[in-house]
C-alpha cells in the first residue's frame, strides 16, 4: 500500500509568518511576491509549503512579470502544480490587466504619444507575440475603448481598414491611435508598419475619423511614427 498523500497548508505555519493573517495585521503591501502568491494557490504539496511553492513558480519563471505570458501547461512544469493551480494563476493575471485597463480607462485624455505609451505599456511590452490595438478618442481626446484588432503580426490583410474603423464607428469616436507592440523590446518600425499606417490614415480621411498617430510599444520604450516623421 503506497503513502497516503499529503499537502501541507498555510495554515500550519506559525500564524506570524501566515500571508493572511500579516495582510489582515498589515496590509497587501508587506507581503512578498511569493506570499502573495501563496494566498492564490492555497496549499503545497508533500515537500512544499504554498508559499515555498510559490518561490519556486517565480525563480523557475523569472520572476513575477514572466507570469503575465504562462499558459496552464508551463506552469505544471513546477512539481506540485496541476490544472487547478496553473487555472487559478492565469485567472489571477487576466483578471489584474482587466482591472490595469477599467482604472486607465476611467477619463484618461491623451494629450501626446507619452500618454498612449503609458497607456498601454504594461499590457504590450511582455507579449512573446504582436498585437494590433485602436485606441478609440471621444471629442475631449478621453479614451472610449482600447480594442485588439488582430495578433499575430501586421499585415494588410490582417489589420485591413474594414475592421479598424468598424469599431470606430460603432463607438462613434472622433479619432483614432493606432498602437502595436514588438516582442523584440525594439520599437523600430518595420516598412509594413509605415504602409498600413498610412494606408489607414487615406481611410480615415474618407471616413471622416482622423488616424493620429501609430505607436510602436517595446520594452520599457516606445516610438511615435508621427514625431518620427515617417506619417
Known sequence: MGKAKYSFTIKELPEADRP??????RGAEYLTDAELLALIIRTGNRERTAIELSQDI???FGGLQSLINLSVEEIKEIKG???AKGAQINALVELSKRLNRAVDNERTIIRG??????????????LKQEIFKIILLDTKSQIIAAPVISKGGLSSSIVHPREVFKEAIRRSSAAIILAHNHPSGIPEPS?????????????????GI???DHIVIGDGKFLSLKEKEFI
Do not use: W
Open 20 to 25: 493572511r493573517e500579516k495582510l489582515l495585521k
Open 58 to 60: 517565480l525563480n523557475y
Open 81 to 83: 502544480m496541476g490544472i
Open 113 to 126: 504619444p507619452g500618454d498612449v505609451a503609458n497607456y498601454l505599456m504594461s499590457e504590450l511590452r511582455y
Open 191 to 207: 516598412e509594413d508598419d509605415i504602409k498600413i499606417t498610412r494606408r489607414l490614415i487615406k481611410s480615415g480621411e474618407i471616413i
Open 210 to 212: 482622423e488616424v493620429l
